[in-house]
Nanobody
Framework: QVQLVESGGGLVQAGGSLRLSCAAS????????MGWFRQAPGKEREFASS????????YYADSVKGRFTISRDNAKNTVYLQMNTLKPEDTAVYYC????????????WGQGIQVTVSS
């Protein structure tokens, strides 16, 4: 059974930083694109960032571009989301997701982790 396990969330003041991690049981990990999505209270889940299996291409939502950085360590089967200059509007449950490189659908999801940014 595929598992995606997020860690690193919590409470931080506006302007602060957090780094999320997602450990995946996918094999081979490098064959899967990885992404981060988020869902704020009362809103739909939205895309935040993604990275290709090789790590050579990264994509960001406009709302996080320049503040968030996605990366991966294929030797550790882990993807990261470094979040800097956090804003209260970044408060959300953050989900790790995976899709086989040639699929269009994100087929695997973590359980989500809370990130709260206080003003």
């Amino acid at each position: 059974q595929v598992q995606l396990v997020e860690s690193g969330g919590g409470l931080v003041q506006a302007g602060g930083s957090l780094r999320l991690s997602c450990a995946a049981s996918l094999r081979p990990f490098s064959s899967y694109a990885m992404g981060w999505f988020r869902q704020a209270p009362g809103k739909e889940r939205e895309f935040a960032s993604s990275i290709t299996g090789s790590g050579t291409r990264r994509y960001y939502a406009d709302s996080v571009k320049g503040r968030f950085t996605i990366s991966r360590d294929n030797a550790k089967n882990t993807v990261y989301l470094q979040m800097n200059t956090l804003k209260p509007e970044d408060t959300a449950v953050y989900y790790c997701a995976a899709r086989y490189e040639y699929d269009s659908t994100w087929g695997y999801w973590g359980q989500g982790i809370q990130v709260t940014v206080s003003s």
